[in-house]
């Protein structure tokens, strides 16, 4: 592990992981030919955090990131629960890095053998903190945040590597008494990718209009 991602601050996270995501490909911007989207939904973004496992540097930054949050924010956490897929490695680094036990959770319970949906030794009672690569709308990530919570877990909250920002996630977690952190966003993105050329000072205001009406966009 680098120094540098050993002393980044929680202030500083958004910005760093922008760029680091940015510099690995795992998000593109195209805010002219606009990137579809399984939805149907027109996107001038695209992110595959996937691709930050393939890359040591990246990935401990964002470990680094997700256990700096952690220790802020959930000091008495005992556990740590990836939701799958995407968040399973990180979950794994991260929960190596504090010393806890580390989950997994499904989307929905296996059709065979135990049928778990939770993977991993938990109690009743249990403090446990999820981990998630991306948040769109929040729903997948909100599932398997109610699931560890039926099960008889206290879940302190849900943190992830990303989130286009769209309210309809915001409120979606509010609803539910879930707090939900993140280490970068769509906002620290459009600022890293300017000032590192990515995209041109004349293409902010377009970017900013997608997440502000995504439904609109390229209509």
């Not at 955090?49 to 008495?76: H, Q």
């Amino acid at each position: 592990m680098s120094n540098a991602n050993a002393n980044v601050q929680l202030d500083q996270l958004p910005q760093a992981i922008a760029k680091g995501l940015l510099s690995i490909g795992a998000v593109a911007l195209r805010p002219h030919e606009p990137f579809t989207w399984t939805s149907g939904l027109k996107s001038p973004i695209y992110c595959d955090n996937r691709l930050t496992m393939s890359y040591p540097d990246i990935r401990d930054l964002i470990a680094e990131g997700f256990a700096a949050v952690i220790r802020d924010k959930y000091p008495d956490c005992e556990a740590v629960a990836g939701i799958a897929t995407g968040g399973i490695p990180h979950a794994a680094w991260v929960a190596q890095k504090l010393g806890l036990p580390m989950l997994y959770v499904r989307d929905k319970a296996k059709g065979h053998g135990k049928t778990n949906q939770i993977e991993g030794h938990f109690k009743p009672g249990q403090k446990v903190v999820l981990i998630e690569d991306l948040i769109s709308t929040g729903g997948s990530s909100l599932k398997a945040a109610v699931a560890v919570r039926e099960a008889g877990c206290e879940v302190q909250g849900v943190v992830a590597i990303f989130t286009y920002q769209f309210p309809k996630a915001t409120e979606a977690f509010a609803a539910e008494s879930i707090p939900l952190d993140t280490l970068s966003n769509y906002t620290a993105l459009i600022s890293a990718a300017v000032e590192t050329g990515a995209i041109r000072e004349e293409d902010v205001a377009l970017l900013q209009s997608w997440r502000e009406n995504p439904s609109a966009f390229g209509v």
